[in-house]
Nanobody
Framework: QVQLVESGGGLVQPGGPLRLPCAAS????????MGWYRQALGKQRELVAT???????NYADSVKGRFTISGDNAKNTVYLQMDSLKPDDPAVYYC?????????????WGQGTQVTVSS
């Protein structure tokens, strides 16, 4: 079992930055995708950004150029640097890990961290 622990959420002014770390409790997979999804009130959960074990990065169109995802393999941690936050960005942000081992996929979610954008 792998636990994902998020932190860094909170209140930020429009245009401001926020950084979300997500730490996995252990390194369980050599092949994986790790990243962030978000869910705003009344909306479906949507992809924000992911990074794979091969360092392939994917961003939602709505965050390209503003958000940056990066990973620290030694710490089993991914970071989501969010800049130029907009009123459309508030949501609960969930850390995500999909790992592959022996032909099976394993999916884990964090508990979520609230991001609020307000002046």
């Amino acid at each position: 079992q792998v636990q994902l622990v998020e932190s860094g959420g909170g209140l930020v002014q429009p245009g401001g930055p926020l950084r979300l770390p997500c730490a996995a409790s252990r390194s369980a997979f050599s092949l994986y995708t790790m990243g962030w999804y978000r869910q705003a009130l009344g909306k479906q959960r949507e992809l924000v950004a992911t990074i794979t074990s091969n360092s392939v990065i994917n961003y939602a169109d709505s965050v390209k150029g503003r958000f940056t995802i990066s990973g620290d393999n030694a710490k089993n941690t991914v970071y989501l640097q969010m800049d130029s936050l907009k009123p459309d960005d508030p949501a609960v942000y969930y850390c995500y890990l999909r790992g592959r081992r022996v032909g099976n996929d394993y999916v884990y979610w964090g508990q979520g961290t609230q991001v609020t954008v307000s002046s």
